[in-house]
């Protein structure tokens, strides 16, 4: 009974201050004052202000327009996105610079929203997605909401309070329902759209001051725990901060979640949102941006856009929160550098007046770096390895986790190659032409499925010309890759180790890559020693997806020229054009060009091996692929070990008519045996490269001197991996 009162009475009071005005979701007076007071003072909060003007002069140049709603991806839609948009600046400016004109912008919409709402069933063009009303799916209502929610709060005391009961009785209570009751599964769903749903609906809610639907919020909509804000921090994220559905997601994800807990930090501060579960928000920006790449694009792990990166403007918004609520930080100062930018708010302002006031010139500089993946941090994981600095950085990406939910790819092992400024070895993301109306309104393609998310479209071995867990994704979430082992201290080889057993039948996989500077050699070396053992004789392809010119190879490859065939019938190798085959029983040399650089993949000998080449873009009619070329491996064995070396070299400028050092100066790749305790690889080269390379195979953990035989050959070593540079080469300490 106590608790009941308690709500009601809070119900009332949580919405003010002691001074009786309205308390701001996510700008205070004090913070409105000053901003206005910093404008001319920072370039990135001016910055802000100005394109939140220059946003709404457009704005007010033209009339307002609220549609009835359209497909996604269409005018309607788009124009609803930027209704949003809009009032959320302007009540933003409203509250910075006082002037009426930008909260009678909010009010003036709202009261067109006011009409049209009510008179709206379940969107018609859903597509068996959770319709909304305004949007195709609940999601992109959801952050209507969401945007709405800031703007409404900034304007709630210049309204009238006839006003603020029309648009509560015809706009936000009627969405909140839909959200929380029409939409329930939904809205307790542990997943990006549940997080969207309950900040939603916990925003507007403290904008009302309805602490009970806030509670909804907080704790699912049975107040069981089992779905709600604080649910997902515990089960979306890893100890480490890594999100389950990777990178691009939490992009997204990171509006709601630093949104809505800046709502509960400044309306409930003893919630203590910043601190819950060991400050796992601050974890999760840090495990965010620390993925990208040097160039600030995310990498794109399961459904992803390829050129995603950390201008995003939520990841702006949680960059200054993080700086704000976390403490300074360099690195944050130059994530903000690259962003060009900061949020317009009061941690926006503290994030640019450091910016300017730091004495060095802040750069982005992230280590190598391994997250663990899993609510517990038990189901594998992500591994970096980097070398270099800035834009001259080499990364190396290994992914080792979770299935990562609806959005994840069928592609354990898989990794990404980050060279010059640019995916050397690369993914091919989602399947989608985001709001582009006339390629299926936007939405993921069929394609997303028959090819994106197939194994074949990634970086990692298909056994017997099938995706992983047999396409069947409620195996794949029931498991994931276990990690073995990462290590990156040394400075001219370092390391990661990962197995995928059982996702196929009777197959067990490692794959162990390294990054290696020698110097002889200009750039960092890639080296991977992917092991796979069954008890029957397999087909095993080893597909490489690149970009650029091919330019030589030791091969003799047939190609086909007057009539291409799939590369197969399903499993995504209906989609890739069959441009080439060759065979050999030797090893495997091959040189393409990309940008200014030649790369040479160098793989070790085999009988009977055998070579594809192909090309995306076959049995698609309505050109939805992108067309990229690959490279496969393919060989028939029970237990196989495919050694491989990616060498970037030599110079290429077409514009100054130069071209140097186009051959590889490795030569060859030898495997000197495999077994469950090590595998153990000879690498040779030009001028007296040698490498010798020893991995265990064994559980982490064993320390002490190794031994293994392999013939007459007997090698030792000490720890999880060791790195030999014989002859005249040497490693660069």
Known sequence: MLRILLLVFLAFTLPFTASGQHAGIFISQEDALAIREAQGRYALLDEAISLAKETMEVAFAHPLEVPIPGEAGGYEHERHKQNYREMRYAGLLYSITGEDKYAAFVRDMLNLYAILYPNLGPHPLAHHQKPGKIFHQTLNEEVWLVHTSIAYDCVYDWLSEEERTRFETNIFRPMADWFHIRNKAEFDRIHNHGTWAVAAVGMIAYVMGDL????????????????????????????????????????????????????????????????YRDQILRKAYYAAVQTSFPNGVFPPINDASLTMDVAAPEVILANALTYDRYGEDEDLLGVAKVQGRVSLSGAGLILARDFDASESDPQISWPSVEFSDGSDGTSGGLGILRMGEGMGQS??????????????????????????????????????????????????????????????????????GMTQNMWDEVTAESMSAKR????????????????????????????????????????????????????????????????????????????????????????????????????????IQFTWLDGHRYYSLTSSARPESEVHLGRTGANDPDFNLQSHPL??????????????????????????????????RITGVNVLGHSDVASVIEITGQEGLHWRIVVSNQSEGVTGRREVTFGDLSFQWTGNYQVEFLGNSEAKN
């Open 212 to 275: 009970a639907l806030v509670e909804k919020s907080l704790h699912g909509s049975d107040l069981d725990g089992k779905g709600g804000f604080l649910a997902q921090l515990d089960l979306l994220f890893s100890p480490d901060g890594y999100y389950m559905e990777g990178p691009y997601y939490i992009r997204y994800a990171l509006m709601p979640f630093f949104y809505f807990a800046e709502a509960v930090e400044r309306m409930q501060p003893e919630v203590g949102i910043y601190e």
């Open 395 to 464: 990364m190396l990406l290994m992914k080792y986790g979770v299935h990562g939910g609806g959005h994840g790819h069928f592609d354990k092992l898989h990794f990404i190659f980050f060279d010059q400024g640019r995916q050397v070895i690369r993914d091919y993301g989602f399947g989608r032409w985001v709001n582009v109306e006339p390629k299926f309104g936007g939405r993921y393609l069929p394609e997303n499925d028959s090819y994106a998310m197939q194994t074949i479209a990634h970086n990692t071995v298909v056994v017997d």
């Open 484 to 587: 073995h082992f990462f290590e990156a201290e040394e400075a001219h080889a370092i390391a990661m180790s990962a197995r995928a057993d059982t996702y196929y039948d009777g197959v067990d996989m490692q794959r162990t890559m390294l990054l290696i500077k020698d110097e002889s050699l200009l750039y960092p070396v890639v080296v991977d020693l992917y092991r796979l053992t069954s008890a029957i004789t397999r087909q095993y392809d080893y597909p490489l997806h690149y970009s650029g010119q091919n330019i030589t190879s030791n091969l003799q490859f047939e190609t086909n020229t007057n009539a291409m065939q799939p590369l197969g019938s399903g499993h995504g190798y209906q989609h890739i054009w069959h441009t080439a085959q060759a065979r050999t029983d030797s090893s």
């Open 631 to 664: 490279l496969v491996l393919r060989r028939q064995a029970e237990n196989m070990l495919f050694a491989s070396v990616i060498e970037p070299h030599g110079y290429f400028n077409e514009a100054r008519e130069r071209s140097a050092q186009a051959r590889p």
